[in-house]
């Protein structure tokens, strides 16, 4: 009987889909990858170069590649080296989700899977990156231009290097070309990068104390504003939001369309609630718990009052018929603020046992008539049990 070994599928695909590779910086989970039928659905396969960078390549000579093989592929010009990191039906899915145009994608193909002499030149061009880097930062300032080359990328044969460069304007690299073109004797092609994928690529700890999440897992970057932190109650404050690469972080949109959702039926926020006490403005809402705090002030929070979100629905509602109502919480059966907690025992204090039970005003008597304690009267006369028999026999 024959023998099926299947690939885990982890999140790193390194060599063979095990071990680690600097080349994966942003992995794919490919959950499908214990389904021998699905790696026959396409001939595409996905091959990521450095930095994140991936495409899409076809497997027309139907070599035998895995999840993790590094190849030779087709480049333009020569060849480049990469890692396949998807294959089969996983492939055409990504294609999908990344929205590629197929009939205008220029489609490559995988050459074969590297050898020797491919890995030694490899090697080659890629221990010239760094030196390449510090020159061509040293000519752009000499040059006054307003970037900053992060990074710089020589193609698996080294006929090719890309620049990535950072800058806030548009800047006129055309003269630059031409100076590296002289200086380091390849083709020069430049790629602008945004900061989040600066700060992939630098990585980090983040506030949370774990690895950046640009540098672990994600693969897509979305712009980010401020309107998800307020659907979430978070500060606007720019230096709280703001992750390592100076922009919002990328964490306050994971949450945001659960709040969004959690608010579909919620009131206005901007219209004030009428009551005969005086306008009350909203200050704060607690989603998951329907509660909306409003003030009686509009810049400040003063006399804050809790309410549920249909208290305050209708509320708006007498409103627009021109009523007013006698106070925000006072309703028949419905209390300021929802109870949250209820003592099984009644709630009773702790220290009920604790009292004195007095009987008869704080009069209690013994056998001897006395009152328990000193036995003294109130008006200084001891009391006993003969003058009170003398008492009713009279």
Not at 52 to 69: L, P
Not at 92 to 104: D, G, H, P, V
């Amino acid at each position: 009987m024959e023998e099926i070994t299947l690939n885990n599928g982890g999140s790193n695909p390194g060599v063979k889909g095990f071990k680690g590779n600097t080349l994966q910086q942003l992995p794919v989970v490919d959950w499908l990858a214990d389904l021998p039928e699905t790696q026959l659905d396409t001939d595409l396969v996905e091959v990521q170069f450095k930095n994140t960078r991936k495409g899409y390549f076809v497997n027309s000579e139907h070599i035998a590649i895995e999840k993790g093989d590094m190849v030779a592929v087709e480049a333009n010009p020569g060849h480049d080296i990469g890692v396949v990191t998807l294959m089969g039906r996983l492939v055409l899915s990504q294609i999908k989700k990344n929205r590629i145009n197929m009939e205008r994608y220029e489609v490559r193909k995988v050459y074969r899977r590297v050898k020797p002499v491919d890995i030694e030149k490899y090697e080659e061009a890629k221990a010239k990156e760094q030196a390449t880097m510090i020159r061509a930062r040293k000519i752009a300032k000499d040059m006054q231009l307003d970037m900053k080359i992060g990074d710089v990328e020589y193609q698996g044969d080294g006929s090719k290097a890309i620049f990535y460069y950072i800058a806030d304007d548009r800047v006129d690299f055309r003269q630059l070309i031409k100076v590296f073109a002289e200086e380091f004797r390849v083709r020069i092609e430049m790629k602008q990068i945004g900061a989040r994928q600066e700060a992939g690529r630098i990585g980090g700890i983040g506030p949370c104390g774990r690895e950046l999440c640009c540098t672990t897992w994600m693969s897509n970057f979305v712009s980010v504003s401020t309107t998800a932190a307020r659907y979430q109650d978070l500060s606007t404050n720019p230096l709280k939001l703001a992750g390592q690469c100076a922009k919002i972080k990328c964490c306050v949109n994971f949450e945001a369309p659960m709040y969004v959702d959690a608010q579909k039926d919620f009131p206005p926020k901007d219209i004030p609630l009428e009551t005969v006490e005086g306008t009350y403005y909203f200050f704060k809402a607690d989603v998951f718990k329907r509660q909306l705090t409003y003030s009686s002030d509009q810049n400040i929070p003063a006399n804050l009052q809790v309410i549920s979100v249909e208290r305050a629905k209708e509320i708006m509602a007498v409103n627009r018929r021109g009523e007013k109502v006698m106070s925000l919480v006072v309703k028949e059966g419905e209390s300021a603020a929802p109870i949250d907690y209820q003592n099984v025992v009644g709630q009773d204090s702790l220290t009920r046992f604790d009292k004195k039970h007095n009987n008869g005003g704080g009069r209690r008597h013994d056998h001897r008539g006395g009152r328990r304690g000193n036995g003294q009267q109130p008006n200084g006369h001891r009391s006993n049990y003969r003058n009170r028999r003398e008492d009713s026999n009279e």
